[in-house]
């Protein structure tokens, strides 16, 4: 299989991305090519590594997803069962219910599936890099979402925007910080990136984001860049908060959030400084 530079990649991508709906929904349709773009990436992702006998824990047992019954079933049955055994494993269960959040269970089987799954086998993405996948699913998931008349910016962070709220918070490893509005979690991860270059370690995460295919979207982010010390749920912070100790709301060292959905500003947060910060 010939390997392909990045952006050739995103180009053979936003290709099979322009297929359609894949699942009665076009919104939720967007989420469902995620996941199985992840899955696809985790399979050659492990498949290199094995190659040079290098880390394959990205999503143990990838190498034996069925790629190719995939492309033969019409029925969607391959691929429920596949994500319905991650859900089976203490190693993957937290995984595969985001990859069922993202609407992988219940896919209609009808030809765009299996051309969509075909698509992705002849594309190897084992050389892409976690922030490069990332990044292309950012600018694919505007693109969906803009053509269904919502703006992109409401379901992920610009990485500007992260980056300069990252650089506002001092944590040590042992501090928490919390996004109510996470989305795909590319704010929590800007953290996690400045912490882990400074001090090689990071504060644990956490999040909350209204949308549940939205919230999946974040957990397997969150897998692709190898973060375990994250906790995100899906659910309206407003009127059913996620993170509570007793009857009362849990408390965090720090809070950041961007909600480009409201137009409201970016914010960041720490009792300490006796004030919140908005930017």
Known sequence: MASDTAREIEARLAKLFALG?????PHRSLFSFFG?????????HSAAAATVGGDQSL????????????????????L???VR????????????????????VDLPGDDRLTDLCHGLLEINLGSLSPSLLSGLI??????????????????YTPSVVSELLASLLALTPAETVYDPACGT??????????????????????????????????RVNMALHGVGA??????????????????????????????AKTGSPALVMRPSWGMMRFV
């Open 21 to 25: 709906n894949m699942a009665g929904d």
């Open 185 to 218: 979690g590319s704010l929590l991860l800007a953290v996690h990136r400045r912490m882990s270059a400074g001090q090689g370690t990071a504060p644990h995460l956490y999040g909350q984001e209204i949308q549940r295919e939205v919230a999946g979207l974040a």
């Open 36 to 44: 199985l773009l992840f899955l696809k990436y985790a399979a050659d």
């Open 230 to 259: 994250a906790t995100l749920a899906a659910g309206d912070t407003l009127a059913a908060p996620s993170f509570v100790e007793g009857t009362a709301l849990r408390r965090f060292d720090a809070v950041c959030v961007c909600q």
């Open 138 to 155: 950012d600018r694919l998931l505007e693109r969906g979402v803009e053509d269904q008349g919502w703006r992109g910016g409401g379901y």
């Open 59 to 78: 999503l143990p047992g990838a190498l034996s997803i069925p790629w190719v019954e995939m492309v033969h079933d019409r029925t969607g049955t391959v």
């Open 80 to 82: 429920a069962d596949s």
């Open 85 to 104: 055994r991650l859900t089976y494993q203490p190693e993957t269960s937290e995984l595969g219910q985001a990859l069922a959040d993202l609407g992988l």
